[in-house]
């Protein structure tokens, strides 16, 4: 099979390999012939498409034509434009969900925290307050990776650098705040090391209210400018940090304590048709067994919100789905900013056109599965199921908010490949078989697979053995690699 027709509806096709002009494609019993060079993962027309028709893939309508189209022409930015507009007016229309729990006697070996979540690293973070002790805390890590990287039991020892914690106002310092107090609170660190500096905005005075409530034996403050060595206090605090990690032992846990992010970045022509769909699938799986999974990205559900909407649980969960949609659109808005301007360079060469394209194939992520709740930046998962999750495409901003949401892992689709790494393990999954083969190091699975007979279901299942492995110590490859980072978001003035 040289292209791919994704739903009967459809008046385009996607390319699997390369195609010749004058080459002859078949699908059933009719034929089209290519009329020029067409890349994999782009998409050639079926039939004639007039002028202002629209173009439609996934059985949706990704844009429309702007100049006449014959059937074999490649179809791509040059003839086909958005549909979007500005804030639109929904109407709540429920889909009925055809939601299974099962008997789920699958379990991973976790850690279990006193809070009664449950972690799957046994890790120590160093967390500053603000940039301005960023290498202080790199300092620390490093000395006291030296000094205690034989415990037994302790999986890491890391440090969250990041450029804010002072001269923000309003909206932009309560982000840092929550996102570093959510990093704080996360069960995958058995100990933690907030290091402020003393004269900040963030100082840990103003920090704790924000933090609330912590066990005192697992998180530990040091504030650099009132003691004479910080580096030696904080090895030294460290030490207290390890003690108090190692008290953790590996627990079987079920999967209902899962709680899985849903990314994807450098997307291509065959995300849509791979990756994502499989990550669905998994995520359709794991909810059945009584877990959650979160899905972020805002701007890339542009265009296919009304799929999200229409699977709200309820008129409220509805209602939050709206706002979140509008709410992006009004940033974008409040800065002249077309909502639209997306997807990426990077996206185009790889077959992908438009916003509309790029978001029906970024929400399949979600599955099938009803959505249960909608979470503000910074929030933290409370419910079971699948939850949309305030954040913007940026992939770093994004997986870093999935972590401070409590996602103990993420998932992140890629074809054009990437080695992204953020504070949880973080799984590459792999839109094309080539692009998993060049990049062993960065890549973790493959879902080039589905393009070269293997099935949708054995390898949803595959995939859910190779999270268990991961949730129950199993390094990923960025883990690997040493890529931990974090960004935290960012919208108004500096001073």
């Given amino acids: 099979m040289r292209a791919l027709i994704i739903h009967a509806n459809d008046n385009v096709a996607v390319a699997l390999d390369n195609i010749k002009k004058g080459e002859t494609l078949t699908f059933g019993s009719s034929s089209i012939i290519a009329l020029e060079d067409i890349d994999k993962g782009h998409k050639i027309a079926l039939r004639d498409i007039k002028k202002g028709e629209n173009v439609i893939k996934y059985g949706f309508p990704i844009g429309h034509a702007t100049c006449d189209i014959k059937a074999g022409e490649w179809v791509h930015s040059h003839n086909l434009k958005t549909n979007l507009g500005e804030i639109l007016e929904y ?100 100990g933690v090391l907030v290091l402020g500096l003393g004269c900040e905005n963030n100082n840990i005075e103003e920090f704790k209210k924000v933090l609330g409530d912590y066990d005192p034996g697992r998180v530990k403050f040091l504030v650099a400018q009132e003691v004479e060595d910080e580096i030696e206090v904080g090895v030294k605090l460290i030490g207290e940090l ?84 509008n709410d992006f659109k009004e940033y974008f808005m409040g800065y002249n900013q077309p909502i639209y301007e997306n997807p990426s360079p990077g996206n185009k060469k790889g077959g992908i056109t438009t916003l509309e394209e790029k978001s029906l194939g970024c929400t399949q992520k979600g599955g099938s599965s009803q959505v249960v709740d909608v979470l503000e930046y910074g929030d933290t998962v409370k419910e079971k199921g699948l939850i949309l999750l305030s954040g913007p495409g940026n992939d770093m901003v994004a997986s870093t908010a999935l972590a401070a949401a409590g996602c103990q892992i993420i998932l992140f689709t890629t074809g054009r490949g990437t080695p992204l790494g953020t504070a949880v393990p973080t799984v590459k999954i792999a839109t094309n078989s080539e ?32 999270v268990i492995k991961v949730a129950s110590g199993m390094p990923t490859k960025s883990e690997i690699m040493g890529f931990r980072e974090i960004a935290i978001f960012k919208n108004g003035v500096t001073l």
């Fill in 435 to 466: 692009v998993f083969n060049k990049k062993p190091h960065w890549m973790d699975f493959d879902a080039g697979r589905l393009l070269s007979g293997e099935t949708m279901e054995k390898l949803a299942e595959e995939l859910l053995e190779y």
């Fill in 91 to 190: 109407e709540y229309h429920p889909q009925q969900v055809n939601f299974n729990p099962v008997q789920c006697d699958k379990t991973f070996n976790g850690y279990r925290r006193k809070s009664g979540r449950v972690g799957v690293r046994n890790e120590i973070w160093i967390i500053p307050t603000v940039s301005c002790v960023n290498r202080n805390a790199e300092l620390i890590a490093r000395r006291a990776i030296e000094e205690f990287k034989g415990v037994h039991g302790i999986d890491g020892i890391y440090e969250f650098k990041h450029p804010y914690g002072c001269s923000q106002l309003g909206s932009d310092q309560l982000n840092t705040q929550k996102i570093l107090a959510d990093l704080v609170n996360h069960p995958n660190a058995g």
């Fill in 242 to 325: 390890v003690e108090y990690a190692s008290q953790f032992k590996r627990e079987e846990c079920p999967l209902s304590e899962l709680v899985i992010g849903l990314k994807c970045g450098g997307s291509d022509g065959f995300s849509g048709i791979t990756a994502n769909p499989l990550v669905g699938a998994f995520s359709d799986k794991l909810i059945a067994c009584g877990g959650s999974t979160v899905l972020t990205e805002v701007p890339e559900m542009f265009g296919a919100e009304t799929i999200l909407m229409n699977r709200a649980k309820n008129r409220e969960v509805f209602e939050k789905i709206v706002k979140l949609i």
